[in-house]
């Protein structure tokens, strides 16, 4: 579709070149036939030398664009970004269509495979499945029943995906206007699980708004465990049960999330870190320790001030000094 | 059926007139041909105008009761509604029989739909979706592959329901006897979905007991949350990841809860409030406010409360303390 | 297969008897054709009375291991028995062969059953089912839509199990190597609920590593709870929504653990305990008590917690006494 009718359609005024827009990219990875947003100082230097064809910003920002990228100039670039998102999807979950499944794996008869994916050697897709359009599932991955796995995803070798589970699905992001109204930001960015995955029964995990969710080898993920879009999990990480991440969180390798714990939105939590159940991780933090509570500190401080919060609001103790 | 059949049949004496039963109804909801319970005093002005054919209730009430309600007299009479609910249950999701889709509507094949159910213009309904009987699914909705929506629920214009969610399941509703079990409440109400609401992967909206549990206009619901029975959300709510709701609580418009928060039962949230992630809401609080922890206080509180919490307990510091 | 084979096959050296092993047990329950590994102190007793054709230990420990069972000895027998384990798991999901409905029983034509599996008189499998190899589901139970249940599960009488619940799936259980790789300890127990076991939508029940996680008759689980492997609920228990227990815990009778609570694993949870909402329980509780807060205290004093914690932290008193 032509950025100039997309624009007029959307009552965008517009003065730059015209091309045949191909969707959303982060400044970074756009290239001339895609489009960015613009709206933190922090991002600065991409704008600066982004190849992308053409970028929503503010006007006070058109100093900062490259001379090969046209300006979209918006009050709210956010807002405008999430108006356009909706020209980039394509109908999700066509199933009809060319399919290729190695002679040795196995699709059960009442699984789906959406058109143009692949099914690898000796993959195992079982009852119930539905699998999108462009899919690959790698070799001697298990796929249990009623899992769903929307378009573009990528699962590497020998993941094992329990039953229940949900793999690119939208992620939670909205722009919001002045009146309150929360206006959709359609997701075209996909989800990649590399080799020895393991994802536990009726988990969810959200496609990227664009680019990837990515989830490290041999990463093994618990029960109800919820990664928003855009997180990217390193080699070897551990989240237990009902833990959850926020988008575009990061962790590095063999990081370890006990059951219940959190992590807000982009953070991040370094190589080996470990944070006990429950806790709650609000600002990015170091590797190679063990953390707990909410508000977060070191796991044997939380261990500590559990004895000292049990101790210091201990009712009779208390009764007697309010009785002094 | 007859309501001296049914009490005959749970041994429950009735001297009362008969009538054909439809089932339960609040007491200010309910007509003639439905019953009722009274167990709470805060609703005698709701008995005393009650248009019910019968309502059961303990003898001391039977004064307060209106001619035209006949008297199920009972030591228990939440317990006897439930041990009662099981009369007006109809057998679920029974998948076949007339259904009515529009021409420009897609229902995959692999999907199925009950009884007297309806399929708006332009709506889809992706591979392993399950529609109960007599649901109605609005304009343009799409609804991703083996969504759960159970019979009597409706569905608005415009709205999106990621894979794997469930609507219209059971409460959570038991009277128990004093040797410990769990009287199932059967629930027979339903859910309403208004237009332009959105729904996260694998998130679980029950139906109501009565009545409706209703989820209002442009309200987003991330993955993995939790609706109980009667709930009300207002219009354009947000509800983030893993966060919850008991039973029969109220939310106004506009109203954030933020990741793993939650609210208790019989509550009520005012407009524009908005919840920090984990806060936890155990009592009724007003709008136009941010709250944050548990116990729950304003969120600026909260956030002074957590850097106090960490000095005060302190390992090094109260060491010092300890060893003066 | 042959024991010495498989150890041969994994380069475990072992100069013991050879038998054809039919898996793993507990040192408590296996029998000659079994093996047990032997890892914790605390098991000693049942180490020297074990009836098993051999156990994977320590040197250290070979002293202790009757002479009726063979020694594979091990520097890491967990680890060792995490590597064995997937030589004793069979395909999972086989739906192909012979299956016994009974004929007042109901199986929708979208639903499928495994192989050796049996539907007791009366019982309901609503479309979308996906039924396991070896299963046994009881008089007049209800199974809704999309539901998953693994091999080998055996689901009692007059249960309900609404949309989305996943039993069976596998535990979350790894043996970790020193350089920080996840081995899969390969599940190879069931899942067992009693009768009246109701069970909310998407719940996920882990099947034991092996054994059995046993739910226990008459008890209640609400939504998105997750009960973890080997657990053992008894009669009567009720869990609310999102709530969750790590492995291998046991709740006694008529325990009642609130929303979004959760214990660890290896814990006891005593004969009708209650726990409040969001309460942690770290360590093994005694019954007949209401508890709560995290850390775990009597929910009357968490009560009162509370309302010291909000005075204390409040932030106008402390800045007078800041200013002062």
């Known amino acids: 579709m032509n950025l100039v009718n997309i624009l007029k359609e959307s009552g965008v005024s517009y003065s730059g070149k015209d091309f045949v827009v191909f969707g959303f990219e982060t400044l970074k990875n756009a290239n001339k036939s895609q ?10 230097d991409q704008l600066k030398s982004t190849k992308a064809g053409a970028v929503i910003l503010k006007e006070e920002n058109l100093k900062f664009l490259p001379i090969t990228s046209s300006a979209i100039v918006s009050e709210n670039p956010y807002l405008d970004m999430a108006r356009l998102s909706k020209y ?8 009809s269509g060319k399919i290729k499944i190695h002679n040795s794996a196995v699709v059960d008869k009442n ?10 050697e000796g993959a195992y897709i079982m009852a119930g499945v539905v699998v999108g359009a462009n899919v690959r599932i790698g ?3 298990l796929i249990y029943p009623n899992v769903v796995i929307y378009d573009d995803s990528i699962i590497g070798a020998n993941c094992s995906i329990q039953a229940g589970v949900i793999i690119g699905s939208d992620g939670y992001g909205y722009a919001h206007t002045k009146a309150g109204e929360h206006v959709k930001i359609h997701h075209t960015g996909n989800v990649i699980l590399e080799d020895d995955v393991e994802i536990g029964a009726n988990t969810t995990i959200d496609r990227a708004v664009f680019g990837t969710t990515c989830i490290g080898k041999n990463t093994k993920i618990d029960n109800l465990v919820q990664i928003g879009h855009n997180c990217k999990l390193g080699e070897s990480c551990l989240m237990v049960s009902q833990s959850g991440l926020a988008g575009s969180t990061t962790l590095g390798r063999n990081v370890v999330m006990g059951g ?14 470990q944070l006990a159940a429950r806790s709650g991780v609000t600002k990015s933090i ?37 009785g002094e």
């Open 35 to 44: 489009i960015c947003f613009f709206n933190d100082i922090t991002f600065l």
């Open 139 to 141: 070799k001697n991955t």
């Open 286 to 322: 170091e590797g190679k320790k063990i953390y707990g509570g909410f508000p977060l500190m070191l796991q044997k401080n939380w261990l500590k001030t559990q004895i000292k919060m049990i101790r210091y609001f201990d009712t009779k103790k208390n009764k007697i000094e309010e």
């Open 88 to 95: 980039f999807i394509k109908k999700p979950f066509c199933n």
């Open 260 to 273: 219940q714990s959190a992590a807000g939105g982009h953070l991040s939590i370094g190589d080996y870190a």
């Open 111 to 120: 699984a789906v495979i959406g058109n143009g994916s692949t099914i690898e």
